[in-house]
């Protein structure tokens, strides 16, 4: 992509340059504009690189993240680059006979590129410090043969390499799990091994660095002796997993990453003894994998900013704009003497590529600060996860990123710059001279006429390539094009204020129609560029209403100003400047409303989750306050047993508690490729006490209860989460259809195929719901893993989730408390959506530093009316209120039309996404009044230096300055 940007910017510049060697004194000209005045210069430039800046620090976010991704795969997979294994449906690791194994260790060590081959047995176990009295309910657990490690690194402890060396009952433990049990090299551990419910006691040989041969699968590690391994999961004389590395080092190996797994894939299909293992890391892939996904957070950035990028754009045409008006006179002088309009765009196109080239390459920069300042902001986000990752560690910016950058932001700059030029050329000479306003372009004007059939005809394009894409952004866009030009061509005959004002109006309605109103639409898909585009349509169809309407300000305003007082004088002053100059008060009103719109619309959806969070818990918690799991390799047959039997668990705590089976099964992909998910298998017990809703189920039900009971009763049906299928995020595994057929495979491989009546409302536990009959019928799951507990209103859920956890530490049991655990992930997204608008919010520093120097700039403009208001009487003070009162004005139009555009696709999307879940609608008032009240403040204070410059304005010196 670089090197076609390259090419495009070097023959933009290269024709450029030509015709400036052609026109040698235009070109002076330009560049004298641009050193005259430094100030002017460097107000433009900071102005200009704002779509560099949010385009750079977009890119900065994928350098990042792709970073983060590579240093952590290799982190974790370090030398291995393939992983051969396979799991039970309970989920444990299938064992492997030492013959079967070295059998296969010597076939895959005579496969091209294949340096060494480890049998190792993995499994997770609940361990205790007796000590601390602190407890990991899952540890990671790995059994080695030190001798087979050649090719797979070395331990290191405290950075340095050693030699690793276990006598019976002795452990590694890694710095992490270290810190968790308060336990150091000498101290004994107990490990609840299988088949022990007591467990048995191991001593810490050394704590370990999880790196090198001991960094495989994240932290939170044990690593003991093969043979202590294999009693402690009863695998006598049997492995359950094998690590494959290639030739070459951690990083440079994993090109043969592919071509080994695909040998062994074929290896495991063509020799029967091994059919029961499979081919299931790849190091590669799993890179790979990893940064599509965070390619896909990178857009996120890249869609909330383009709201920026368009304030930026908006912005630098703007500006060059004002520099058109500013130097109307000289222009008007300059075709006076000779010069043709292509003279006039010439100078500007030369003076603008010097400012887009220097815009773009300060933008680079100001991006990889804000790069900087959004991780900074990342990291408590992903703390409030349970992350332990520091982002600011993997803070990134390629060369390849930051030429990119500014190879589109100088496009973007130059593509503007050019549609200025162009306005800014079509001066009349005498009107230039004399600063007479141009006319209003006349409604017979033909370039109109064929502007609104291009726009038709687009339109028209868009809608049909829509109902074949099944894309609802193209209709939506298609038609709302076909409105404006319909409107520009009605103008030929009602005028622009009639024509452009039904154009808004319509453009309005059209965008807040409700989607089930839109019924030719249906089944459309739709992702954030609708939000972006709602944006863009809104806001400008509320701009056209107001400043084709502004009149009505003014006639409104003189009524409530009192005649006897000058003030009245001063704020009909302040208003009619702005409604003299349309486009350029519509331009920054569209930027104020833009940006406000978007952080009022984050801000509704977040009042909406606020205002709904109790309906939330209530929903995902299914009537139950907690649930629980045992450990990869624990079960507990009779919970209400167990805790009868524990001396420190009151049984009269709970009112309900329910158990299911869960396990990872096998089953046929969409496109027939092996997948795997969930099963989760229910009883009666469950049924009854369970008070879990559903988003949706077929017809032939009239009630949840209904559903319920049809699992219950027929092997044949299932109930499954709400699908996932979104355009941004990680791809969804569960994209079933409500009434579909899927396709499990049973412990037997033949395929079992049932059909989704429901789909429910939680998302705590993902799976596919049926009867434990079924489960264990078709998959061979037997034993509850998956716990339920209802308790009484007078226990602390939190309290009594942690008493569970250690007095049932044997099973590698833990808890989720619904109520805990949900507000916790709320408070996570707040904080991205917090995180997401303040990156939006870069618009409105746009808008408002944008308003600061047009209006900077303006009092230089103006100079001449400035100096006849002071003639006829206006005191310094009311020139500068009317500056003042001016900008205010920009500002709450700005504001007050992007929050009402923002509350009503708030109310939109609740209609359409959340009122049918029985959700209540509700406005934060409070944040929506805090963001205009800020950028009320923020524009005042950027007005005052241009208000007291006004101010300080002498009549005769303005006057003579004519």
């Known amino acids: ?50 779509a560099t800046a949010i385009i750079s620090s977009s890119f900065g976010v994928g350098d990042t993240m792709d970073s983060m991704v590579e240093d952590e795969i290799y982190s974790e997979w370090q030398h291995t680059d393939v992983t051969v294994f396979n799991t039970t449906t309970e989920g444990r690791l299938v064992p492997i006979p030492s013959n079967t194994y070295q059998n296969l260790s010597s076939d895959i060590l005579e496969i091209e590129n294949v340096r060494g081959v480890s049998g190792e047995v993995h499994g997770s176990l609940p361990v205790l410090n007796p000590e601390s009295r602190l407890s990991e309910p899952s540890a990671r657990v790995i059994g080695m043969d030190f001798d087979e490690g050649e090719g797979f690194g070395d331990f290191y402890k405290d950075g340095e390499s050693f030699e690793p060396e276990l006598d019976e009952g002795e452990i590694f433990i890694d710095t992490r799990l270290a810190e968790e049990l308060e336990a150091e090299r000498g101290d004994e551990l107990v490990l609840f091994t299988v088949g022990s419910p007591t467990g048995g006691i191991y001593t810490v040989r050394e704590v ?60 495991l299909k063509e020799d029967p003894e091994y059919s029961v293992l499979e081919a299931r890391g790849n190091k590669n892939r799993v890179l790979q994998d990893f940064k599509e996904n965070m390619s896909q957070f990178t857009d996120i950035f890249f869609i909330f900013g383009t709201f920026s990028i368009i304030a930026g754009i908006v912005l630098a045409v703007n500006i060059f704009v004002m520099l058109g008006e500013e130097r109307k006179s000289e222009m008007g002088m300059s075709r006076a003497i000779g010069m043709k309009r292509g003279h006039l765009r010439r100078v500007f196109s030369y003076e603008g590529m010097i400012y887009a080239a220097a815009a773009s390459f300060v933008g680079i920069f100001v991006g990889v600060g804000l790069t900087y300042v959004i991780f900074y902001l990342l990291e408590d986000i992903f703390a409030t996860f349970g992350g332990d990752v520091s982002l600011l560690n993997y803070f990134t910016f390629t060369a390849e990123s930051m030429i990119l950058a500014f190879a589109l932001g100088f496009l973007l700059t130059m593509g503007t710059i050019f549609f200025s030029v162009t306005r800014i050329s079509k001066l009349n000479i005498v009107r230039a001279i004399r600063d007479i306003p141009e ?33 609802l952004w193209l209709p939506v866009t298609g038609i709302s094009l076909i409105i404006i030009g319909i409107g520009t061509v009605v103008r030929r005959w009602v005028g622009d204020r009639a024509a452009y004002t039904g154009v808004g109006v319509f453009l309005l309605i059209w965008w807040l129609v409700p989607l089930e109103a839109l019924d030719p639409f249906e089944g459309y898909t739709a992702g954030l560029e609708m939000f972006i585009l709602s944006g863009l349509f809104m806001v ?116 309900k508690i329910d158990s299911a089976y869960r396990g990872s099964v096998r089953m046929v992909g969409d496109e027939g ?18 008070t879990f809703g559903m988003s949706d189920f077929i017809d032939e039900y009239e009630s949840v209860d209904e559903v319920w009971e049809a699992v219950l009763s027929d092997p044949d049906l299932v109930i499954t989460n709400a699908p996932v299928d979104d355009d941004f995020g990680p791809p969804g595994e569960r994209t079933v259809e409500l009434g579909s057929t899927v396709t499990f495979i049973d412990h037997e491989d033949r395929p079992q195929e049932k059909k989704v009546i429901g789909f429910m409302d939680q998302s705590v536990i993902s799976g596919y719901f049926m009867s434990k009959d079924t489960v264990e019928r078709d998959f061979n799951i037997t034993l509850n893993s998956l716990f339920f507990f209802d308790i009484d209103e007078n226990v602390d859920p939190d309290e009594l989730g942690r008493e569970l956890n250690r007095e049932f530490i044997q099973y590698g049991f833990r808890t989720v408390v619904i109520d805990t ?40 403009e103006r100079r001449l009316e400035i100096g006849m208001m002071r003639a ?52 934060t008032w409070g944040s929506i009044l805090t963001i205009g009240v800020i950028a009320y403040i923020a524009m005042l204070l950027t007005a005052i230096p241009s208000a007291h410059k006004a101010s300080k304005v002498s009549p005769a010196e303005a006057l003579r300055f004519d």
């Not at 004194?25 to 100030?39: A, E, P, Q, V």
């Not at 809608?463 to 074949?468: A, F, K, P, R």
């Not at 916790?824 to 408002?848: C, H, K, N, P, R």
């Open 1 to 50: 992509m670089i090197v076609p940007l390259l090419g495009i910017i070097a023959v933009v510049v290269a024709l450029v340059l030509i015709d400036a060697c052609r026109n040698k004194i235009l070109f002076r000209i330009g560049c004298r504009n641009i050193f005259r005045r430094k100030t002017n210069t460097i107000i433009v430039i900071l102005g200009l690189m704002i």
């Open 208 to 267: 370990i660095d999880n790196k090198g041969r001991a960094a495989l699968r994240g932290s939170r590690k044990i690593i003991m002796s093969l043979p202590d391994a294999q009693a402690a999961f009863s695998l006598p004389d049997q492995i359950n997993y094998i690590r494959v590395t290639s030739i070459g080092g951690v990083e440079d190996g994993i090109e043969y990453s592919d071509q080994i797994f695909a040998d062994i894939e074929q290896l």
């Open 439 to 471: 006319p209003p372009v006349s409604k017979k004007s033909k370039k109109v006429f064929y502007m609104a059939m291009a726009g038709l005809i687009i339109g028209g394009l868009l809608t049909l390539l829509g109902t074949g894409a099944d894309q």
């Open 540 to 655: 400008t169809a509320g701009v056209l209403i107001v400043m084709l309407n502004g009149h009505l300000l003014t006639g409104g305003m003189e009524k409530l100003c009192r005649s006897e007082t000058g003030f009245k004088a001063v704020v009909l002053s302040a208003i009619s400047h702005p409604l003299k100059e349309k486009f350029r008060t519509g331009m920054t009103i569209f930027i104020f409303a833009l940006i406000i719109f978007a952080i009022t619309v984050m801000g509704m959806i977040v009042g909406i989750f606020d205002t709904n969070i109790d309906r939330m818990i209530e929903e995902e918690s299914g009537g139950y306050e907690i649930m629980g799991f045992t450990g990869q390799d624990q079960f507990i047959d009779d919970i209400h047993q167990e805790i009868i039997n524990n001396d420190n668990l009151d049984y009269g705590d709970f009112n």
């Open 673 to 690: 490729e092996p997948i795997r998910d969930s099963v989760i298998g229910i009883d009666r017990n469950f049924v009854n006490n369970n």
């Open 821 to 860: 655990i949900i507000r916790e992930a709320l408070s996570a997204t707040y904080m991205f959506f917090d995180l997401f608008s303040g990156y939006m919010g870069l618009g409105l520093v746009v808008g408002i530093a944008g308003l600061g120097i047009i209006s900077l700039r303006a009092v230089h």
């Open 872 to 923: 006829i009487g206006f005191k310094r003070k009311m020139i500068r209120y009317a500056f003042l009162i001016e900008n205010s004005f920009i500002t709450i139009i700005g504001i007050v039309l992007g929050s009402s555009l923002g509350i009503a696709i708030g109310w939109l999307l609740w209609y359409d996404g959340f009122r049918p879940m029985g959700w209540d609608f509700s406005i």
